[in-house]
C-alpha cells in the first residue's frame, strides 16, 4: 500500500490517503504502512509522516491503534436509545418514560398564542425565557447565567461542545456513559476520557486524572446518571468543585435530564467562581420525547458562542413549541401529572429492586426511568438466557466507553411499566438465568 501513497509534504501525504480513501482504494478497517517503512517509500523525514497521519486522525479519517498500527476509520454505530425494532421480545431495555404518564399537550394547543414570528426578532420566548430563568436560579443561586433555548439536550451537548473544541481535543465522560453522549463525542472527532462513576457519581480521583491528561471539558450527570441511576451527593459535589476550582475555563456541562421527576436533590460542579459552565435542562423525560426542547444556562461568553452555532442552521427554537412547553410548564394540572408520575416511576422501581433483593439478587433502586442491576457473571450471557424466555434486556457493555473493556456484570432494566404478575415473572427468569 505505501507504494500507493504519494506526496513530499504532510498535506500532499494526507491528501493521497484521502483519495485513495474516497476511490475505494483504502477500505475502512485497512491498515495502513508504519510511520517509518511509509517514510522511507517516499523519501521523506519521518516527522512528515507522523505529522499527515496526525493531520488524517484529526480529520477523523483513521484510527491510531497504537503498536497495532493506523487504520482507516469507518461510520462506526453506535447503540441508540429506545425500543429495539422489529422483536418479538418484551422490551426491558428501552429507557423510556411511559406514554401514560405523558401529559396530553391538547389543551395547551388550543390556547398557545398564533402570532406569526419573523426573522429578526428575539429567539426566545420572553415568557419562557423568564420562567426558565426563576426555574435555574434555585439551583443556580450565586452563578450569573444566561439562557438558550435548544432542540433538546442532545443538541446543546453537541453545540456547546462544538463552540469550544477542535477535533482530538479530550473530553471527560463518565463511565459508564449515556449512549446520546458517547455517539456525540465520537461524531465530534473528540477523545473520550472515561471518569468511572459509584454511587454517589463522578469519581474525584478519576475526575482529577481526566484532569491531567488535559480534557477541555466535562459532561456530568448530576442525578439520575445513565445508566447507573446515581446521583452527585453534597459531599461528592463539593469535592469535585474543589477539585475543578484550578481548571475555570475547562467547559462543564451537567446534563440534568432527569429534573422534575428526580427524587434527588440538584447538586452541581459548577462553582460561582467558573468561568466556563452550562446546566441543561429538557423536557422530553416529562413532556415527552417528541417535545424537543432543551433550557442551557451557561456563562455570558459560553450563550454568546452557542448562538453563533445556532445562527447558520435552526437559528431558533419554533416558538410555537417554546409557547407549547410554557403553558403545560406554568398549568397547575400539568405539573400535578408530572409529580405524579415522578412518584410512581420511584415506587416502581423500588418495588421491582424489592422483588430482586427477595429473589437472592442484590439491588438497590436509584434514581431515573431504569434499573442497574449487578451480576454474578458477564451479562451478555444471562441476556442470551433471557431472550429465550421471553425478554429483551440491555447489557451494561452498550454503555462503556472502552469497545476492549472487561464483559459487563451489569443489566440496564426499564421495568415501571410493568404489571406486577409480569415483574414477578420476570424476576424468576432473571434468577434462573442467573443460575
Same mark, same amino acid.
Given at each position: 500500500?505505501?507504494? *500507493?501513497? %504519494?506526496?513530499?509534504?504532510?498535506?500532499?501525504?494526507? &491528501?493521497?490517503?484521502?483519495?485513495?480513501? &474516497? /476511490?475505494?482504494?483504502?477500505?475502512?478497517?485497512?491498515?495502513?504502512?508504519?510511520?517509518?517503512?511509509?517514510?522511507?517509500?517516499?523519501?521523506?523525514?519521518?516527522?512528515?509522516?507522523?505529522?499527515?497521519?496526525?493531520?488524517?486522525? *484529526?480529520?477523523? !479519517?483513521?484510527?491510531? /491503534?497504537?503498536?497495532?498500527?493506523?487504520?482507516?476509520?469507518?461510520?462506526?454505530?453506535?447503540?441508540? $436509545?429506545?425500543?429495539?425494532?422489529?422483536?418479538?421480545?418484551?422490551?426491558?431495555?428501552?429507557?423510556?418514560?411511559?406514554?401514560? !404518564?405523558?401529559?396530553?399537550?391538547?389543551?395547551? !394547543?388550543?390556547?398557545?398564542?398564533?402570532?406569526?414570528?419573523?426573522? #429578526?426578532?428575539?429567539?426566545?420566548?420572553?415568557?419562557?425565557?423568564?420562567?426558565?430563568?426563576?426555574?435555574?436560579?434555585?439551583?443556580?443561586?450565586?452563578?450569573?447565567?444566561?439562557?438558550?433555548?435548544?432542540?433538546?439536550a442532545v443538541d446543546a451537548v453537541e453545540r456547546l461542545l462544538?463552540?469550544?473544541?477542535?477535533?482530538?481535543?479530550?473530553?471527560?465522560?463518565?463511565?459508564?456513559?449515556? !449512549?446520546?453522549?458517547?455517539?456525540?463525542?465520537r461524531l465530534g472527532g473528540y477523545r473520550a476520557v472515561p471518569?468511572?462513576?459509584?454511587?454517589?457519581?463522578?469519581?474525584?480521583?478519576?475526575?482529577?486524572?481526566?484532569?491531567?491528561?488535559?480534557?477541555?471539558?466535562?459532561?456530568?450527570?448530576?442525578?439520575?446518571?445513565?445508566?447507573?441511576?446515581?446521583?452527585?451527593?453534597?459531599?461528592?459535589?463539593?469535592?469535585?468543585?474543589?477539585?475543578?476550582?484550578?481548571?475555570?475555563?475547562?467547559?462543564?456541562?451537567?446534563?440534568?435530564?432527569?429534573?422534575?421527576?428526580?427524587?434527588?436533590?440538584? $447538586?452541581?460542579?459548577?462553582?460561582?467562581?467558573?468561568?466556563?459552565?452550562?446546566?441543561?435542562?429538557?423536557?422530553?423525560?416529562?413532556?415527552?420525547? &417528541?417535545?424537543?426542547?432543551?433550557?442551557?444556562?451557561?456563562?455570558?461568553? %459560553?450563550? $454568546?458562542?452557542?448562538?453563533?452555532?445556532?445562527?447558520?442552521?435552526?437559528?431558533?427554537?419554533?416558538?410555537?413549541?417554546?409557547?407549547?412547553?410554557?403553558?403545560?410548564?406554568?398549568? $397547575?394540572?400539568?405539573?400535578?401529572?408530572?409529580?405524579?408520575?415522578?412518584?410512581?416511576?420511584?415506587?416502581?422501581?423500588?418495588?421491582?429492586?424489592?422483588?430482586?433483593?427477595?429473589?437472592?439478587?442484590?439491588?438497590?433502586?436509584?434514581?431515573?426511568?431504569?434499573?442497574?442491576?449487578?451480576?454474578? *457473571?458477564?451479562?451478555?450471557?444471562?441476556?442470551?438466557?433471557?431472550? /429465550?424466555? #421471553?425478554?429483551?434486556?440491555? %447489557?451494561?457493555?452498550?454503555?462503556?466507553?472502552?469497545?476492549?473493556? &472487561?464483559?459487563?456484570?451489569?443489566?440496564?432494566?426499564?421495568?415501571?411499566?410493568?404489571?406486577?404478575?409480569?415483574?414477578?415473572?420476570l424476576v424468576a427468569d432473571l434468577v434462573a438465568a442467573g443460575?
Open positions: 500500500m505505501s507504494d *500507493q501513497i %504519494t506526496g513530499t509534504t504532510a498535506s500532499e501525504i494526507a &491528501d493521497s490517503v484521502r483519495a485513495l480513501r &474516497d /476511490r475505494g482504494i483504502l477500505q475502512p478497517g485497512s491498515l495502513l504502512p508504519p510511520v517509518r517503512e511509509l517514510a522511507a517509500t517516499l523519501g521523506v523525514n519521518r516527522n512528515t509522516a507522523v505529522a499527515a497521519y496526525r493531520q488524517l486522525a *484529526q480529520a477523523g !479519517l483513521v484510527i491510531s /491503534r497504537g503498536r497495532a498500527g493506523t487504520v482507516v476509520a469507518g461510520l462506526e454505530t453506535v447503540a441508540q $436509545e429506545g425500543y429495539a425494532p422489529d422483536t418479538v421480545l418484551r422490551d426491558i431495555g428501552t429507557g423510556n418514560p411511559d406514554p401514560r !404518564l405523558i401529559p396530553d399537550p391538547a389543551p395547551a !394547543l388550543m390556547t398557545i398564542a398564533s402570532r406569526p414570528v419573523l426573522y #429578526g426578532e428575539p429567539v426566545i420566548d420572553r415568557g419562557l425565557d423568564e420562567w426558565a430563568r426563576r426555574w435555574i436560579a434555585t439551583d443556580l443561586d450565586d452563578v450569573d447565567f444566561r439562557i438558550t433555548i435548544t432542540s433538546g462544538a463552540q469550544a473544541l477542535m477535533r482530538d481535543d479530550a473530553v471527560a465522560l463518565e463511565d459508564p456513559c449515556f !449512549l446520546a453522549s458517547i455517539h456525540t463525542v471518569v468511572p462513576v459509584d454511587s454517589e457519581g463522578m469519581t474525584v480521583d478519576g475526575l482529577r486524572a481526566a484532569l491531567d491528561a488535559g480534557v477541555r471539558a466535562v459532561i456530568c450527570t448530576p442525578r439520575a446518571q445513565n445508566p447507573t441511576g446515581a446521583s452527585l451527593t453534597a459531599t461528592r459535589a463539593a469535592e469535585l468543585r474543589a477539585v475543578l476550582a484550578d481548571h475555570p475555563y475547562v467547559l462543564i456541562i451537567e446534563d440534568d435530564h432527569f429534573s422534575m421527576l428526580s427524587q434527588r436533590p440538584y $447538586e452541581s460542579l459548577i462553582g460561582p467562581d467558573h468561568r466556563r459552565f452550562a446546566l441543561v435542562r429538557s423536557v422530553s423525560k416529562f413532556l415527552g420525547p &417528541d417535545m424537543c426542547l432543551a433550557i442551557a444556562a451557561t456563562d455570558a461568553e %459560553t450563550a $454568546e458562542r452557542l448562538a453563533m452555532r445556532l445562527s447558520p442552521g435552526t437559528t431558533w427554537v419554533s416558538h410555537l413549541l417554546q409557547r407549547l412547553a410554557l403553558t403545560q410548564l406554568t398549568d $397547575e394540572s400539568v405539573m400535578a401529572e408530572v409529580a405524579g408520575a415522578a412518584a410512581h416511576y420511584a415506587e416502581r422501581n423500588t418495588a421491582f429492586a424489592d422483588r430482586l433483593r427477595a429473589g437472592g439478587i442484590d439491588a438497590t433502586a436509584s434514581d431515573g426511568l431504569s434499573l442497574w442491576v449487578e451480576l454474578g *457473571q458477564p451479562a451478555r450471557t444471562v441476556a442470551d438466557r433471557l431472550m /429465550r424466555r #421471553g425478554w429483551l434486556a440491555r %447489557t451494561g457493555d452498550d454503555f462503556a466507553l472502552d469497545d476492549r473493556a &472487561d464483559p459487563s456484570h451489569h443489566l440496564r432494566l426499564t421495568v415501571h411499566d410493568l404489571s406486577d404478575d409480569d415483574a414477578e415473572a443460575r
